[in-house]
């Protein structure tokens, strides 16, 4: 059969689990929506390319599939970047797809429309693989590699790019679901024996887990059970031990006491984490005093600037396993110290009277969640706050956009988490000042009919930054906002708006937000806000 390359493109998509595409059409990528017309994938119309990139993210990250959006040349590229960005961080397999001017055009600076110099290199500068094509046998070659790198390893975002022309080219190549990735493979057995002979003789090990071990729970508590050793989370891994376990001192890097502990310890255990300057937030690199084990399916992980004394480069289910069955049970730091609670209250009671404002707000938050509700957050306060503070027994269930750290995310990323998977309850929580970001995909919420509650943190200012000046000694400059009426805003988008005073009246508005026909925002004033 006879049709456009841009129609083979989509056909391509649909064969390799792809369903849904956000995205904005523009005369540069016509040939991809005659492909989508005429096939069942599902089209997210969002209000900005940035928006479809975070919405794709947000899909991604809760569904743990491939998700795709669509660009034009030049703006539409340059918008999503950010969003990209964002996505190859925090190791999102999202797919990017878009336009570039004819062929002939591309290099020669014809001032042709949405030109840019060279296209191909400003992608490749963020994407993990970026990929040209030229024909059709290129587009097929080309995705069959993007879905590999989404599937294998460390997923990072994938980007191809099909001059106008060659969309509109006929084909008749069949589109065909692309093989399987290989599995990774186990990890070395003396990287294996090496970890165990050290965590043997260990007095005074401590774990620390990462987004990368999020499907190793049950390995990880098993492993910490044997060890009787606290293990720390980083936001990315949050959920991964139940918050009750005794072992557990949460997503808690950033503060003194668990940094302390950790440079204490005898041997670290780094499993599927960066150990970067996001997760600790006070400090660029962890004072480590002991021998340094670390797994990860990046290999560059293993000799950064933290230099592993025991690199083991494999999955973190196989290999904790492996180490976890050679180990002998005995009693060690939960057993001596009583285990994580001391060092929860003692972090916790150093909170000011602002953060306990901030625990009630996410306290409501987590009592109007059903027990599989997620949360997006966002570049906020109360988000970095939630980090430690908000409760959650499941991987999965609190998202924060650590690695690159762009305001914005929480509202479009949610919606995208909601299209993913209807049937949960998502909500996103978001700053007075990252809200209008993204605001306009308010109306792609309300357009889709999405039941997302919409929490806004109204500090009226850029409250991180104010306090950070403060610090610093520094007069407040371009800190402190005003804000427009968020709720008028909200209903001038077709959504439903309210404004809440206490903690139950929160959980309240959010429950009622849950069982709505569409989003709703819901503004909590800080200043005038009762726990």
Known sequence: MSRTIGCYLVELLAANGIDTVFGIPGV???????????????????????????AADGY????????????????????????????????????V?????????????????????????????????????????????????????????????????VPLDVLAELTTLPATRFPDAAPMPPAAPEQIDA?????????????????????????????????????VTTAAAKGILAENHPANLGTSLPYRAIQTLIADADVVLAVGTELSETDLFTAMKLPLSGHLIRIDVDPAKLADHYGADVPIWGDARGSLQAIQERLTPRTGWQTQSGGAGSYRTQIESSFESSARVQCSVLGAIRAALPRNGVVFSDMTQIAYLGNYAFASDAPGQWFHPSGYGTLGFALPAALGAKISSPARPVLALVGDFGLQ?????????????????????????????????????????????????????????GASGTRVMDAHALTEAIRAALASSGPTLIEVVAAQFTP
């Open 60 to 95: 991604a990250r809760l569904s743990g599939r491939p998700a795709a959006a669509f660009t034009i040349s030049g703006p539409g590229l340059t918008n999503i970047l950010t969003a990209v960005a964002q996505a190859y961080s925090d190791s999102v397999p999202l797919l």
């Open 437 to 493: 970001f993204t605001l306009n995909e308010l109306m792609t919420a309300v357009e889709e009919r999405l039941s997302l509650p919409i929490v806004v943190w109204n500090n009226s200012a850029l409250g991180q930054i104010r306090d950070d000046m403060q610090a610093s000694g520094i007069p407040l400059t371009g800190v402190i906002a005003r804000n427009p009426d968020f709720i008028a805003l909200a209903k001038a988008y």
């Open 195 to 231: 970890a165990v002979r050290v965590l043997s003789v260990a007095a005074r090990p401590i774990i620390i887990a990462g987004g990368g071990a999020r499907h190793a729970g049950a390995q990880l508590e098993r492993l910490v059970d044997t060890l009787d050793c606290p293990i």
């Open 97 to 161: 797809v878009s336009s570039t001017p004819v062929r002939a055009s591309l290099g020669k600076q014809w001032g042709v429309l949405h030109e840019l110099h060279n296209q191909w290199a400003l992608a490749a500068g963020i994407f993990g693989v970026a990929r040209a094509a030229a024909s059709a046998e290129d587009v097929r070659d080309h995705l069959r590699l993007c879905f590999a790198s989404l599937r294998t390893g460390r997923p990072r975002p994938a980007y191809l790019e």
């Open 28 to 54: 540069h990528n016509l040939e991809l929506y005659r492909g989508l017309a005429a096939s069942k994938l599902r089209h997210v119309l969002v209000r900005h390319e940035q928006g479809a990139g975070f």
